[in-house]
């Protein structure tokens, strides 16, 4: 199950530009901001017990995507699919045998609570509106590995808020106290907000963008290689 990959291994810029084009292709094949969390998770996991050279930093990426999407999804996109959004720089053999890889290194346990997870749970307390924008600063936060330090639960949370904040802004109203996203008594104990994360959130080390004039995600790449 040996990848035969150039030895230049990840680093945080790359793993930025594979989520930042990992983002528009989960639109692309309409899954779910959850299925996108849960294969970040997936890749992340996966990195901390095992190197990847950079050469196969895409397939990782796919691999974890089809992953997730069997875990959380109805359907799962197919295999050729996935493979022409990397430009067909990789064969099925080679998805498989890092999908069977994956899942010895995970000892199969691919579930795990994802910033999608608690979006959708303080989600209750708050309007459409803040919890697409919030989702949007969720994106950005999957892509910027200096978010990693901060759980889940909390970076969720300051994007709710900074959401907020943004929207009663831009209609003219004060900014609101740091009551918002109570949580109620019997849900789990409220987790404090923190301050560096929210100005990390305002003023973010890294931007996901996508060119929305783009039909496929597979165009921001050249044989397998971030352009």
């Known amino acids: 199950m040996m990848m035969h990959c150039v030895k230049m291994y990840v680093t945080a810029e790359s793993r930025c530009k594979l989520i930042s084009w990992l983002i528009p ?4 094949l309409r899954l779910s901001f959850e299925c996108c969390s849960l294969s970040v998770n997936i890749m992340d996991r996966f990195l901390a017990s095992t190197p990847v050279a950079s050469d196969c930093f895409q397939l990782l990426g796919v691999t974890a995507l089809l992953l997730a999407c069997k875990q959380v999804e ?3 996109p197919r295999i050729s699919q996935l493979l022409s959004l990397c430009c067909d720089a990789f064969s099925r053999e080679q998805l498989c045998n890092l999908e069977c890889l994956i899942l010895l ?3 199969f346990r691919l579930a795990a609570p994802t910033i999608a ?3 959708d749970f303080y989600a209750n307390h708050i309007s459409n509106v803040s919890h697409r924008l919030a989702l949007r600063v969720c994106e950005l936060t999957l892509a910027d590995y200096a978010f990693n330090k901060y759980t889940p639960s909390l970076t969720a949370r300051c994007a709710l808020a900074l959401a907020n904040q943004l929207l009663r802004t831009s209609q003219g109203l004060e ?3 740091n009551q918002l996203l109570r949580i109620n008594p019997e849900g789990p104990e409220e987790e404090p ?3 560096s994360l929210t100005a990390e ?3 973010g080390h890294a931007s996901s963008q996508e060119d929305n004039s783009l039909s496929d995600p597979a165009h921001s790449w050249n044989n397998g290689h971030i352009n």
């Open 175 to 177: 900014d609101p106290a």
């Open 25 to 28: 292709v989960h639109r692309y």
């Open 105 to 107: 290194r995970l000892n």
């Open 117 to 119: 997870f608690f979006l």
């Open 193 to 195: 907000m923190d301050q």
């Open 201 to 203: 959130l305002t003023y």
């Open 74 to 76: 109805v359907f799962s």
